[in-house]
Each structure stands twice: as structure tokens, then as C-alpha cells.
């Protein structure tokens, strides 16, 4: 179960290593590259998210929203991909109620997955 309270902080890591190599087939390289791209490309894609709740922008959140879902899913962050599939739902059905707070969720622990998948890719650089 997620804890929907905005600004918790995640109760461990987000990445499980030996998790993420075995969706890649063990390859390290290939798994660095992927947390490079989505480290670059996270932070406009939780702004898009940011803007359509400020906007009230019901199919742009949908949209934002689904475009970080699986990708976080791949990573592991379950609480953020769970974020994300429940923004996406709200863009769907143009109920926005509590867009805001779960969007904070979402933020927090894609912020946390981006500190670790950084780590993540020095550790294996050395």
C-alpha cells in the first residue's frame, strides 16, 4: 500500500540492483545508459505532469502522466509508477480533486529514484 502523504519520505532504497540488472539481461552498460537517458529526460516530464495539474489540464495529464508510468515501473519505483497510474486515471476521468497531493507524491519519489539511479550508475562506472 502507498502512502498518498505528500513529502513522506520512501521507508528504503528505491532500487534494487540485482533487480534492475536482471530486467537487462545483466548488462551494465546498457543499464547505466537507460538511467542516464531517464535522469536527463525526468525532469521535463514531471513538469509537463506539474503544468497540466496547474492547469487543470485534464488530457495533458493523462498524457504526462502515462509517459512516466512504465518507466518507472521498469526501475522499480513502485510508489511513483502507482503515483503516476493514478494521475493518469484522474486525467482520463477529468477528476482532479486531489491531483495536487498526489502529485507531490509523485515528485518526491521520482526525486529519490533519480538521486539513487545516479548513484547507481557511478557505482558501476568505477
Given amino acids: 500500500m502507498v502512502d498518498w502523504q505528500a513529502g513522506s519520505a520512501p521507508p528504503g532504497p528505491v532500487v534494487d540492483r540485482s533487480l534492475l540488472l536482471a530486467r ?3 548488462d551494465e552498460a546498457l543499464l547505466v545508459e537507460l538511467s542516464r537517458l531517464f535522469v536527463q529526460e525526468c525532469p521535463d516530464r514531471l513538469h509537463a505532469v506539474r503544468q497540466a ?6 488530457a495533458g495529464l493523462k498524457r504526462a502522466a502515462h509517459q512516466l508510468c512504465g518507466t518507472l515501473a521498469l526501475f522499480g519505483a513502485e510508489a511513483a509508477a502507482e503515483a503516476a497510474r493514478r494521475l493518469e486515471r ?6 482532479l480533486d486531489s491531483a495536487r497531493e498526489v502529485c507531490a507524491v509523485l515528485h518526491s519519489e521520482t ?3 533519480l538521486v539513487e539511479l545516479s548513484e ?5 562506472c568505477l
Fill in 90 to 95: 484522474m486525467g482520463r476521468n477529468g477528476a
Fill in 53 to 58: 495539474v496547474e492547469e487543470h489540464d485534464p
Fill in 111 to 113: 526525486q529519490q529514484l
Fill in 120 to 124: 547507481l550508475s557511478q557505482k558501476i
Fill in 24 to 26: 537487462v539481461g545483466g
